[in-house]
């Protein structure tokens, strides 16, 4: 039976920390572990991502192309997945 987790919570509160360490505990008790990255604005990971929305999107494409700042930027990268 597979689970999964949806990591969510504020700048900075330490969801990089808690997937990185889940992730190394995973590695520790050999189980398969798939770290998803639905933020388009993260950029740099201490554990490999099995897929990462920036693929499909990024925060830093949104604002240049759109000249949009951070805010209106990442509400465009949330709201993409609904226009297209």
């Known amino acids: 039976m597979g ?3 949806l990591v969510i919570g504020p700048a900075g509160s330490g969801k990089s920390t808690y997937c990185s360490s889940l992730y190394e505990h ?3 008790a050999r189980r398969t572990i798939n770290v998803v990255n639905l933020d388009p604005a993260a950029e740099n990971f201490d554990y490999p991502v099995a897929m990462d ?3 499909l999107i990024s925060l830093d ?3 240049e192309e759109l000249g949009l700042g951070p805010n209106g930027g990442l509400v465009y990268c949330m709201e993409y997945p609904f226009l297209s």
Request: net charge negative; proline share 0%; with cysteine.
């Open 3 to 5: 689970y999964a987790q």
């Open 26 to 28: 995973c590695v520790a």
């Open 53 to 55: 929305i920036r693929e």
């Open 61 to 63: 494409d949104v604002m």
